[in-house]
Antibody, heavy 118, light 105 residues
Framework: QVQLQESGPGLVEPSQILSLVCNVA??????????WNWIRQHPGKGLEWIGY???????YYNPSLKSRVIMSVDTSKNQFSLKLTSLTAADTAVYYC???????????WGQGTPVTVS | DIQMTQSPSILSASVGDRITITCRAS??????LAWYQQKPGKAPKLLIY???SFESGVPSRFSGNGSGTEFTLTISSLQPDDFATYYC???????FGQGTKVEIK
């Protein structure tokens, strides 16, 4: 059974770059058929999709965040990453990674990692 | 951008009630619509995909319906474990609704 686990700094300073990693266990990113997503949730608010990356490296970002987002995948480590630049307090949120397919939506989620920009 | 609008934002109900949450899309998403349940401090959990297909392990009291721009999630008999926030998501371009909190009346 595939499991996802986010890791990264809990606290980042404004204007800096947030770097998060999602480790995939129990399945291979390279097997194909899935997109690997980042989603965030501001405190007390709803879910915001940030974007996804395919194992080939193809990416698709939320247009509202596209200018500040960089995603990458490392198939040798079975993990994928998010970089978010030019941070402000508005980027304070819980960040989730999730697996999705074009037919099923997001069926596997990480537990989430809280990030504070201050 | 496809905007997703859920109603109501908050739904007060009792154990045993039948409840329905509505999700409307600003443009057609065909049947590319999923429903998630989220409890405080936890990641969302997929309940329904392709508008009406059950994710494995989801109780049969949950059902999804709709296509195009209007969708519903129904819980036929609300159980204590069902008090949570529910989100719809279209996966043509991956936007979420704003959520519906189901609370105890």
């Amino acid at each position: 059974q595939v499991q996802l686990q986010e890791s990264g700094p809990g606290l980042v300073e404004p204007s800096q770059i947030l770097s998060l990693v999602c480790n995939v266990a129990g399945g291979s990113i390279s097997s194909g058929g899935y997109n690997w997503n980042w989603i965030r949730q501001h405190p007390g608010k709803g879910l915001e999709w940030i974007g996804y990356i395919y194992h080939s490296g193809r990416t698709y970002y939320n247009p509202s965040l596209k200018s500040r987002v960089i995603m990458s995948v490392d198939t040798s480590k079975n993990q994928f990453s998010l970089k978010l630049t030019s941070l402000t307090a508005a980027d304070t949120a819980v960040y989730y990674c999730a697996r999705s397919s074009s037919t099923k939506g997001m069926d596997v989620w990480g537990q989430g990692t809280p990030v504070t920009v201050s | 951008d496809i905007q997703m609008t859920q109603s109501p934002s908050i739904l007060s109900a009792s154990v045993g009630d039948r409840i329905t949450i509505t999700c409307r899309a600003s443009h057609t998403v065909s049947s590319w619509l999923a429903w998630y349940q989220q409890k405080p401090g936890k990641a969302p959990k997929l309940l329904i995909y392709r508008a009406s297909s059950f994710e494995s392990g989801v109780p049969s009291r949950f059902s999804g319906n709709g296509s195009g721009t209007e969708f519903t999630l129904t819980i036929s008999s609300l159980q204590p474990d069902d008090f949570a926030t529910y989100y719809c998501q279209q996966y043509k371009s991956w936007t979420f609704g704003q959520g519906t909190k189901v609370e105890i009346k």
